[in-house]
DNA sequence: CACCATTGACTGATCAATCAGTCTACGCAA
DNA sequence: TTGCGTAGACTGATTGATCAGTCAATGGTG
């Protein structure tokens, strides 16, 4: 049985491959935006020749999909795994936006790809799946939390307003990080934000921001 | 006296020329994205000779950043016409909230257009002063408003996050019309989770929200 | 030898920018 | 009033550069 081995082994090293290209592709589209990768810096960035981008994505638009396919992926894991260490709803909550604001899936880099993304939605109706779908397992894991929260600490406001709106808080938040100053953007200002929106509606659940002063 | 009158009309002339190929532009962003769009696509959608455009704004960079400009302009103008027509600091929210959230400076063709300069923000230090100043324009007309409502109803959160998070939660809204379902934004829902995010800060400033119901 | 990942020159298409020239409206002089 | 001259708004063919996608040739490995 050696065939069966030398295919899997094959099949991982074009997995391999293949993850190398869609690692350089991202790093591009931080760098340059979505139309202005070029499949040569891809090439460059891969340190491969620029046939192999497309022996392996046969199209520009194959190999962003599967771009976006794979952070999807990579922000879904470290969200599910950071939400998971917690059993506490508000820790589970306060991991969220520490991961949301702050950590290496959400740096400067990361960021700059999703909006890259979110400028082409409007054309692209595998991008506004994959964002959708994104969004709808995004609220489900969390409208559990806010309900958790608002079973000890009642609130009249809809669950699903709450989460939706922390939803939206993070995504303008990142908007911010790229708009906003000169120099970087100020995650523990954003973190805090968020806290304080959380206070707002369960004051006894959130206590008083401790890492921004005004 | 007639040289003047020539000079001020042409002037003119050539003004309102500028503010068409200006408006093309931004029809044309909004369907085709920023590098997407063409010289040519609007020259058509001007009804004009390619060369006019170049005439008029000698580089594609140039038209650019004029319509980024005429964006801001008339995204501030209808803001402070806004919010101008109250005295209530309340009323001159919600009015805000309905700018933002529905009207016709945040359709969709609009909402296209500034994603797709947010986009390109890490690349272009001239739409990033613009988004930059904006912002700051913004919550210098935001942060009186909530510490107006302070007054009346103390609140233990910095002004400047509240406000801050507020403007945040307008972005992020943006975006979620963009990504979110296949028919259109829920623009009542948007606005119901921007009267919570008041409501459970000022809860006597601000009723329950009356147009949205879960 | 057989297989297939890999290479990079090549093709055709597209686009921004240029430029030589046309057209139009206006001022002016007779 | 009529005809002439000019400024500048306006046109679109052309140019040079760039890019995605193709393909015939190469090399390495089992």
């Given at each position: ?114 909006t890259a993304f979110w400028a082409e939605t409007p054309r692209n109706a ?89």
């Open positions: 049985m050696s065939t069966p081995d030398r295919k899997a082994r094959d099949a991982e090293k074009v997995a391999r491959r293949r993850q190398s290209l869609i690692e350089a592709a991202i790093t591009v589209i931080a760098r340059k935006g979505l139309p202005g990768m070029t499949l040569a810096d891809v090439a460059r960035e891969a340190g491969c020749g620029y046939g192999l981008v497309s022996f392996h994505f046969e199209t520009k638009e194959r190999l962003l999909l599967a771009s976006l396919d794979a952070l999807v992926e990579e922000y879904r894991a470290a969200w599910h795994a950071r939400s998971d260490a917690h059993n506490d709803p508000a820790a589970k909550l306060e991991a969220l936006i520490d991961l949301d604001l702050g950590s290496d899936v959400a740096d400067e880099r990361h960021i700059a790809v999703w595998d991008y506004r799946t994959r964002f959708s779908e994104l969004n709808n397992a995004y609220l489900a894991r969390l409208e559990p939390l806010i309900s958790a929260l608002a079973a000890a600490e009642p609130v009249s406001t809809d669950h699903r307003l709450i989460a939706g709106g922390l939803s939206a808080l993070f995504d303008g938040l990142w908007i911010g990080s790229q708009t906003g100053g000169q120099d970087g953007a100020d995650w523990s200002r954003a973190r805090a934000t968020c806290r304080a929106y959380l206070l707002a509606f369960f004051p006894k659940s959130f206590g008083p921001e401790t890492d921004w002063r005004p």
